[in-house]
C-alpha cells in the first residue's frame, strides 16, 4: 500500500519568514495530493490540493509544488502570520481521493512573533 | 446544510463493550470514509464506501464493522472495544472523484475513550 512520508516533525519560523513542509511517497499510481491544517481539537481543513496532472499551484501565500518522478510533494507557506500555527498534514490518494487518503505524520508549525 | 454530522462527540466505554459511531451527510456524495487520529499521528483508514451497499477496508480495519445501506448514513461498529481503540474518530465524505471539485469534507470528531 501507499507510505507517505512527512518531514520536519516540527517547524519554528519568524512572522513574516517562509516555511516548507516536504512529503514524499511510494505508490506511483497515486494521482491527488491534499493538504490539510488541524488546529488543536478540530477537524482537518483542506487549505490546498495538486492532482497528478499539474506541477504547481498557487493559493494567495500558499503554493504546492508536485515532482512525479521524485514521488514528493511540498508545501510552501509565505509571509507566515501567528493564525499559521497549527499542524499540517500531507496525504495521497490513487484514487482521486474518495477512496480513502494515506496521510502523513504531520508537521506542528510554529510562527514566532 | 449540515455537510458531515457525527455522533456522539464524546464517549467511554468498557473493555469489551460494543458500540456504534454515527455518521450522516446531507451533501448526497457517493464516497464516505472512517479514519482514526492517535497522538502524534496523521489521520489512518479504518474504512470506506464508494456508494450504499459497498465497503471496503481501508489501512486499520480490525475490530471495527461498516455498513452503507442509505447514501446518506455510515455508521462504524466497535464490536468489543479495546483499549487500543482509544482513539478520535473521523468520518469524511466527498463526490466521486471524476467530478470537479472533489473536496473531502471532514466531519467534527469523535472522542472515545476505552477503559
Known amino acids: 500500500g501507499e507510505n507517505v512520508e512527512q518531514h520536519p516533525s516540527t517547524l519554528s519560523v519568524q512572522e513574516g519568514d517562509s516555511a516548507v513542509i516536504k512529503c514524499t511517497y511510494s505508490?506511483?499510481?497515486?494521482?491527488?495530493f491534499p493538504w490539510y491544517k488541524q488546529e488543536l481539537g478540530k477537524r482537518p481543513q483542506l487549505i490546498i490540493d495538486?492532482?497528478?496532472?499539474?506541477g504547481e499551484k498557487k493559493d494567495q501565500r500558499i503554493a504546492v509544488t508536485l515532482n512525479k518522478t521524485a514521488k514528493h510533494f511540498s508545501l510552501h507557506i509565505t509571509e507566515t502570520q501567528p493564525e499559521d500555527s497549527a499542524v499540517y498534514f500531507c496525504?495521497?490518494?490513487?484514487?482521486?481521493?474518495?477512496?480513502?487518503?494515506?496521510f502523513g505524520k504531520g508537521t506542528h508549525l510554529i510562527i514566532q512573533p | 446544510n449540515a455537510g458531515v454530522t457525527q455522533t456522539p462527540k464524546f464517549q467511554v466505554l468498557k473493555t469489551g463493550q460494543s458500540m456504534t459511531l454515527q455518521c450522516a451527510q446531507d451533501?448526497?456524495?457517493?464516497?464516505m470514509s472512517w479514519y482514526r487520529q492517535d497522538p502524534g499521528m496523521g489521520l489512518r483508514l479504518i474504512h470506506y464506501?464508494?456508494?450504499?451497499?459497498?465497503?471496503d477496508q481501508g489501512e486499520v480495519p480490525n475490530g471495527y464493522n461498516v455498513s452503507r445501506s442509505t447514501t446518506e448514513d455510515f455508521p462504524l461498529r466497535l464490536l468489543s472495544a479495546a483499549p487500543s481503540q482509544t482513539s478520535v474518530y473521523f468520518c469524511a465524505s466527498s463526490l466521486a472523484p471524476e467530478a470537479s471539485g472533489n473536496t473531502i469534507y471532514f466531519g467534527e470528531g469523535s472522542w472515545l475513550t476505552v477503559v
Open positions: 496525504a495521497a490518494s490513487s484514487g482521486g481521493g474518495a477512496d480513502g487518503l494515506t
Open positions: 505508490d506511483s499510481a497515486s494521482n491527488y
Open positions: 451533501m448526497n456524495h457517493e464516497y
Open positions: 464506501s464508494v456508494g450504499a451497499g459497498i465497503t
Open positions: 495538486i492532482r497528478s496532472n499539474v
